[in-house]
């Protein structure tokens, strides 16, 4: 199941703000086609309901490779090794809880990239050898 959150979006064109839902976590295994609109840069569709003004959200994402043993945080925002090394200790701190979680963690590769095009690549190889 993808993880979904309600955010505050601004119109870019008629200034209105509206509430939508967006994706923050997807389950490629799972989610077949966020997986491919994820794959043309179109995961986080949202469109104005005064305007009809769509727009795509580029927002931090969370993604499972399953069964890939990979996880990918998507962080536009990340561009600085220091945020990116950040991202890792964070995902470091969350595994060390508890001995499950740690196990897993061991097994699991964690990438944070912040370009879109390197995970547009990433997506399309996995549609590729499990699609
Ligand atoms: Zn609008």
Redesign the pocket.
């Known amino acids: 199941m993808a993880g979904t959150s309600i955010i505050t979006v601004d119109?870019?064109?008629?200034?209105?703000k509206?509430e939508s839902e967006v994706v923050d976590h997807i389950d490629l295994s799972e989610d077949r086609d966020l997986a491919k609109s994820l794959k043309t840069g179109k995961a986080n569709r949202v469109q104005?309901?005064?305007?009809?003004?769509v727009m795509y959200l580029d927002r931090s994402l969370v993604i499972n490779f399953e069964p890939e043993s990979l996880i990918v945080l998507y962080d536009p925002a990340a561009r600085r090794k220091a945020v990116r090394e950040e991202h890792i200790r964070e995902y470091n701190t969350v595994i060390g809880i508890n001995e499950t979680l740690e196990e897993l963690g061991e097994e699991t590769e964690f990438m944070v990239i912040s370009d879109k095009k390197k995970l547009r690549d990433l997506v399309t190889n996995y549609l590729k050898e499990h699609g």
């Not at 104005?48 to 003004?53: E, N, V």
Request: with cysteine; charged share 55%; aromatic share 8%.
């Open positions: 119109c870019e064109k008629c200034k209105k509206y104005c309901p005064k305007c009809k003004k």
